[in-house]
């Protein structure tokens, strides 16, 4: 079955960097859109990056020029490298897949992964 699983969350200083991973299995990774949405309790969930089958990015305007989304499909691997970040990019960071890429809506993805927490404190 498929399963994807975020790793690389944790604690950090305003400013610092973390890079998340996610691990991808039981289907055709390479062929699919691979997307990072983050989710605060109480708010909605929203699209931060998405990478297309041929390495296409977007970002949401929040993130760009500090967040770099990145796949490795030889290791059916996700990546999303957050530098200098701010004390409002506190989330759970979920990845996620479907089969094209539509902007950052964050419905129609088919499969999600369960989250990996990031803190970011001032």
């Known amino acids: 079955q498929v399963q994807l699983v975020e790793s690389g969350g944790g604690a950090v200083q305003a400013g610092g960097s973390l890079r998340l991973s996610c691990v991808a299995s039981?289907?055709?990774?390479?062929?699919?859109?691979m997307g990072w949405i983050r989710q605060v309790p109480g708010k909605e969930r929203e699209g931060v990056a998405i990478i297309s089958r041929d390495g296409s990015t977007l970002y949401a305007d929040s993130v760009k020029g500090r967040f770099t989304i990145s796949r490795d499909n030889a290791k059916n691997t996700l990546y999303l490298q957050m530098d200098n970040l701010k004390p409002e990019d506190t989330a759970m960071y979920y990845c996620a897949t479907r089969r094209y890429c539509s902007g950052l809506t964050v419905a129609g993805y088919s499969y999600w992964g369960q989250g990996t927490q990031v803190t970011v404190s001032s």
């Open positions: 039981g289907y055709t990774y390479s062929g699919y859109c």
